[in-house]
């Protein structure tokens, strides 16, 4: 086991190493002189904003550094800035914060084509609700990762109130201990995906893989999340929730929810000298490799009283 | 990790001469813990402990070259661990590297549990301006046992597990004159040690682009394509996945949007029991009132067809948001789906959903924040006989007075109904929230923060987490923190589903600054 973890990571750092190197060593590229004397340009008047920047993804390109690929000068986000020159006055300049929603994302697109870009433009709820870049992110004086205005988890929890309530709930994912965070599963990222950048079958997937599936017998609702978007959470609230493992009901209400108790099973199974919650007997819920109807595989030696030393049920019915 | 990393430090030693500024929390600390009661029931106490811990939060040095490192550990002694580390030059390179480790309880004394780790390393760079190439890796191993689900009882059969899963991924990015093409291949490795049947390999290719038409710059198309195949080791069973999609966005003049995807999707698998499309066409219209408002409507018409039974949709989407006074701000949303199964038949019948969402937000400076939220959604399944209905309605208030401190407050009620022909639930939650932190005075400032959550339908549940905090500050930029928390758990039908802890810490924080 050890031996094949290490191997694992050894192939990753075969990987990783040679991209270091190719990247530290192939960085220079292109003729940067207009980008600087623009910026030189700027810098006169605005001396303190090369700071606001430095150690920044929009860092400024300066003559004393020439080893980044991508020139970074302020004219880049601050366009139209001919007249400014002559003119100092603010409206001969485009600011991004003073921008319009749609004027503002196609300001950063100049740059920034990400798909989290285009999700904003088109099926992401925040781009459709009218937020834009500036409404997470700031530019200067930002040290932050991604540029969000603020790095905590509790950054989202502002607007999403009622998703914080859950998080405080009894069962819930460790957002609290610092465990997990709003973008390890909202990643923001993909285009087609309504909600979640990897599609919920790699969010939930990337740390459930044991009831994952695929399964010879599929239960439909866990598998629709393939196609569908939905599957693990028609059954689990996966912010939080009053009941254990995260399910929207409790007990046997997760399965009511569309499934009746069978004419049988309300005389043997639901009635108060032997009642049994629909998961003791189908217990392979998410999915069986076995049985169709997701019993458990150990049910004959489980329960064989119950079973079958009742008359109800024969071995291998 | 270890030793990509001395590499890493190598590479860079000669920009270490370079001038630099940094700052950071270093802290000690020291955890009390005093809990009775079942220790599977609050989530939120599953990864305390007693104990000493350091912690490293919120350090940065970066070179005048531009060159950054980063560093966040929480409690790197304690079991609870949660590290990151970040090196990287903008526009250049990054790596990030993170180890993460947790546990969940089982049982009521706590001896049956899980223990979750996750590894992770990404790198990034630029070799030029308009290409990004990444790859990197995630371990995560769980081993521990657990007990079945819905079997709370403290005798019950405990299942061991133990599995690790591996994922490897790699991608590309070319960005050009506006245009936009990505590439991304992951593999993922899952090894169950207690069940090789269980054992699988998953992959996933998937290609996006987006392109502007040349002199119709307003006008981007975008598109992409997906493959995701999940391979079960001994058998040889497969499911793959493959999506394609593409669309337009058009800027109009007068600030109008147009935008318009498609999405074809089919997922199908070795055996010829599971054989699923999804066709899916949605368009939007939006318009913009710069700073002002935008109103943005929406249709969306989708099909799911598995060969045998056929379930077509249709939704409409409306949603806006309006500043009509400085510092107000309304926001909207409105959202329904109809479902008909056309051929065939489903489990749940038709289905038809509905919600609404209103935000409203006051912002007045001097008298603070005021927020209040309404949702309300409806699903019903008209041949199952089943409704349910979810009412949420939440207002939250924030303060900040620089003469005192910060308040803010916030209280959120949902309330739901679900029936279905034979029976009837409902349930009520109540989530109460607040915090208030003092200003410094005296080099000493005070915090208190308040949960309450009250939950009652087949169950009746109730929880709180209180936490109080002081901060002295002493000499130059030392400081000493004494946290003191209440988590509580009750559930009043069930004997022995309670919890309470009592949680100290005390901690010595000194902030650099160089």
């Given amino acids: ?317 | 990790m270890k030793k990509l990393f001395i590499v890493m430090i190598a590479l860079l030693f000669p920009s270490l001469a370079l001038a630099a500024s940094g700052a950071g929390d270093f802290s000690i600390s020291y955890l009390f813990l005093d809990e009775e009661g079942n220790q599977s029931v609050q989530h939120s106490s599953f990864n305390i402990y007693e104990g000493p811990g350091i912690s490293i939060e919120d350090f940065r040095y970066t070179l005048d070259n531009g060159l950054s490192f980063n560093a966040d550990m929480k409690n790197i002694i304690l079991n609870n661990r949660n590290m990151r580390l970040g090196i990287g030059k903008s526009g250049l390179f990054g790596l990030r590297l993170s180890h993460n480790q947790y546990r969940r309880v089982y049982n009521f004394d706590g001896s049956s549990f899980t223990r979750r780790h996750t590894n992770q390393g990404l790198l990034w760079l630029y070799p030029h301006r308009h290409l990004k190439l990444w790859g990197g890796g995630t371990y995560i191993g769980r081993s521990g046992s657990m007990t079945d689900l819905f079997d709370p009882d403290p005798g019950a059969i405990s299942t061991d597990v133990d599995y690790d899963q591996v994922q490897y991924k790699g991608g590309f990015q070319l960005n050009y004159e506006g245009g936009l093409v990505r590439g991304e291949f992951r593999v993922v490795e899952f090894d169950d040690n207690e069940n090789e049947d269980r054992d699988q390999t998953r992959s996933e290719v998937r290609f996006d682009g987006l392109i502007p038409v040349p002199n119709y710059e307003w006008i981007v198309l975008s598109g992409g394509f997906r493959h995701f195949e999940t391979k079960y080791d001994i058998s040889d069973f497969k499911i793959s996945s493959n999506r394609g999609w593409g669309g337009f966005r058009a800027n109009l003049p007068e600030n109008f949007q147009l935008r318009y995807n498609f999405i074809f999707d089919r997922t199908s698998s070795d055996s010829d029991f599971v054989a699923t499309d999804n066709i899916t066409n949605a368009a939007y219209v939006s318009h913009v009132w710069p700073q002002f408002a935008m109103l943005t409507v929406g249709y969306h018409h989708g099909i799911n067809d598995d060969f045998e039974d056929e379930v077509k949709s249709n939704s409409f989407y409306a949603s806006g948001w309006i500043r009509p006074a400085d510092g107000l701000e309304i926001r909207g949303e409105f959202g329904l789906t109809e479902e008909e199964v056309k051929d065939g038949s489903r489990l749940i019948g038709d289905e038809s959903r509905n919600r609404h969402k209103f935000r409203l937000k006051y912002n007045s400076g001097e008298y603070g924040t005021i927020a209040l939220k309404y949702e309300n959604k409806i699903r019903e399944n008209d041949q199952l006989g089943t409704e349910i209905d979810f009412i949420s309605f939440g207002a939250d208030y924030s303060i900040g007075v620089a003469e005192y401190g910060t308040l803010s407050a916030g209280y959120v009620i949902s309330t739901g109904d679900y029936d279905n022909i034979e029976e009837e639930f409902e349930f009520t939650d109540h989530t109460l929230y607040g915090h208030i932190r003092t200003r410094e005075y005296r080099n000493v400032s005070a915090g208190f923060g308040l949960t309450y959550y009250r939950s009652k339908r087949d169950l009746d549940v109730e929880s709180f987490i209180l936490r109080f905090d002081a901060e002295y500050e002493f000499y130059d930029g030392y400081k000493f923190r004494a946290e003191y928390n209440v988590q509580n758990f009750d559930d009043f039908l069930i004997r022995d589903q309670y919890y309470t802890a009592n949680i100290v810490e005390i901690s010595l924080i000194k902030h650099i600054s160089f």
């Fill in chain 1, 1 to 317: 086991m050890g031996h094949k973890l290490l191997s694992k990571y050894l192939t990753g750092a075969a990987v990783l190493i040679p991209l270091l190197i190719f990247s530290i060593s192939y960085g220079q590229y292109g003729n940067k002189d207009d980008i600087l004397e623009q910026t030189e340009t700027c810098l006169l008047c605005h001396d303190g904003q090369a700071e606001t920047l430095r150690g920044t993804p929009h860092q400024l390109l300066s003559g004393d550094d020439l080893s980044s690929p991508i020139m970074m000068g302020c004219t880049g986000c601050h366009t139209d800035w001919e007249d400014h020159v002559d003119d100092p006055a603010a409206e001969n300049i485009v600011a991004g914060p003073e921008l319009g929603s749609l004027e503002q994302s196609q300001q950063c697109a100049g740059c920034h084509q990400t798909p989290h870009q285009a999700a904003m433009a088109t099926t992401d709820p925040h781009g459709r609700g009218g937020y834009n870049c500036s409404s997470c992110h700031t530019v200067h004086g930002n040290q932050n990762r991604m540029l969000v205005k603020d790095e905590q988890e509790n950054y989202c929890l502002e607007c999403h109130n009622v998703v914080e309530a859950q998080f405080k709930a009894r069962s819930a994912h460790p957002l609290q201990s610092g465990n997990i965070g709003c973008t390890d599963c909202h990643q923001f990222g993909g285009i087609a995906d309504q909600l979640h950048a990897q599609g919920l079958n790699w969010t939930c997937q990337e740390c459930h893989p044991l009831i994952a599936g695929p399964h010879i017998y599929e239960h439909p609702v866990t598998y629709e999340y393939l196609v569908e978007g939905s599957g693990c959470t028609e059954c689990h609230n996966p912010h939080g929730s009053a009941n254990d493992r995260l399910l929207k009901q409790p007990g046997d209400g997760t399965c009511r929810q569309c499934h009746m108790v069978p004419p049988g099973h309300r005389i043997a199974h639901a009635g108060l000298g032997s009642r049994h919650a629909c998961i003791d007997c189908h217990s392979e819920i998410h999915g069986s490799n076995s049985n169709e109807l997701f019993l458990d595989p150990d049910l004959g030696i489980k329960n064989v009283i119950n079973c079958y030393a009742s008359g109800c049920h024969s071995l291998g019915s």
